[in-house]
C-alpha cells in the first residue's frame, strides 16, 4: 500500500506502507541514532510525535520485549528509508503503528531543520492529500502542551524494594532503563506520579525527577513542587525534570527549533573539561548557559545541558545518562549520585 507524510505547510513525502493501515497525527521530528528504534517508538518523551530515523535501515536486528522502555508505544508513526526484517514490520502492525518507508529522509531532515518541527500526519490508506495537509493544520502546536497526565502513572508502587538508599522517582513519563540503572545501583526504588505531593518525595533519601514529554513551561503545579522539594533531600532531574528544576529556580524555558533527538551529542563538561558524547532526546531547553549554575553546555549549539546547585542539594541533566541505547561516556553521573546520596546518608 502506498502511503505519505504531509506536513501542515502542504509539503508531501511520499512512501509505501509497512505498518498499520490508517492515518497518524502528530509533530514530525527526526532522531539521528543509529540504533534503538525500539525504544525510541516507546519512550514517552516521543508521545505524539512522528520519529524520522536518519539512520538509512531500520529493523535490522528484530526486536525484543525486554527492550521496549514503557508498556505502550507513544510514537504516533516511524518515517525511514528502508525498513528492514519482517520482525520489525510485524511488530508495527501488532502495535497499531503506522509507518513508512521509502521515505525521502535526508530531504525531510533538511526540510525539518531549516523549517522547524512541524504538525504532520503520516498516512497508510486512501486520505486525500488536502484533506490531510488541512488535519495537520488543525492539530495544536507542541509549543503549550502538557502532556504528562496521560503518559504517567496513577498510583505510587515499588519498582526494587531493597537497597542501601531510599529513591523515589516522580514519573513524568519515565524510561524503563532509569528505573533498572537506580535498582543496579542498589537503591530502593518506589515511582510516584507526576502529581505527588513535595512531602510524599521528601520521605526519600533522594528524588530522581524523571523525563518526559511535551512543554514544561505549562507544568506551574509541578514546578511549584519541585521548588518545594528543593532543599528538602537529593534531587536529580534528567531532561524534562532538568527543565522543571531550571524553572524551579527562576530560570526560563523556550522551545528548540527542531531539538536535539539521537545519540551522538557533544556536551562540555564545564568542571573537568571532559566531553561526553550523550544520548538526547527533547524539543525545549533551558535559556542562559552562561548562568553559574550550569555544569554542561551543548557544543552544538551552546544550550544549557546540565546544573548543579549545592546549595539546595540538587543537580539536573537535560541528556540522559541511563543511554538506553546510547554511548556510555554518562553512566557513571548516575551511578555517581546514588553514591553521593548513600554517603550522605551514611
Partial sequence: MTG????????????????????????????????????????????DQL??????????????????????THARAVLMREA???????????????????????????????AGAAPGIAVAGK????????????????????????????????????????????DYGVKNSVLRRLAKA?????VYPHDASADDLAKHDGVLLSPGPGDPEPLVTETATVKELLGRTHVLGICLGHQLIAQATGLETYKLPFGHRGANHPVLERRTGR?????????????????????????????????ELPELWARSLQFHPEAGPGPHDAWPLLEGWVEEVAAAHA
Avoid: K
Fill in 84 to 114: 528492514r526484517g519482517p520482525e520489525w514490520t510485524d511488530w508495527l502492525r501488532e502495535h497499531g503503528l503506522v509507518g513508512l518507508t521509502g521515505i525521502d529522509t535526508r530531504s525531510l531532515v533538511l526540510h525539518l531543520r531549516e
Fill in 51 to 72: 520519529i524520522c530515523f536518519t539512520a538509512p535501515m531500520v529493523g535490522n536486528y528484530g526486536v525484543a520485549e525486554e527492550r521496549s522502555e514503557s508498556s505502550r
Fill in 275 to 307: 566531553v561526553l558524547v550523550t544520548s538526547q532526546n527533547h524539543g525545549f531547553a533551558v535559556r542562559s548557559s552562561e548562568a553559574a549554575e550550569a555544569s554542561h553546555v551543548s557544543l552544538y549549539d551552546g544550550t544549557v545541558e546540565g546544573l
Fill in 186 to 190: 542498589d537503591a530502593a526504588v518506589t
Fill in 4 to 47: 505519505y507524510l504531509a506536513l501542515a505547510d502542504g509539503t508531501v513525502w511520499h512512501g509505501e506502507s509497512v505498518g498499520a493501515d490508517g492515518h497518524a497525527l502528530g509533530e514530525a521530528v527526526f532522531t539521528t541514532g543509529m540504533s534503538g528504534y525500539q525504544e525510541a517508538v516507546t519512550d514517552p518523551s516521543f508521545e
Fill in 127 to 170: 486520505l486525500p492529500v488536502e484533506d490531510a495537509v488541512e488535519l495537520a493544520r488543525q492539530q495544536p502546536p507542541m509549543l503549550g502542551r502538557s502532556l504528562i497526565a496521560g503518559v504517567s502513572i496513577a498510583e505510587p508502587y515499588v519498582f526494587a524494594p531493597d537497597g542501601r538508599v531510599s529513591i523515589g522517582v516522580v
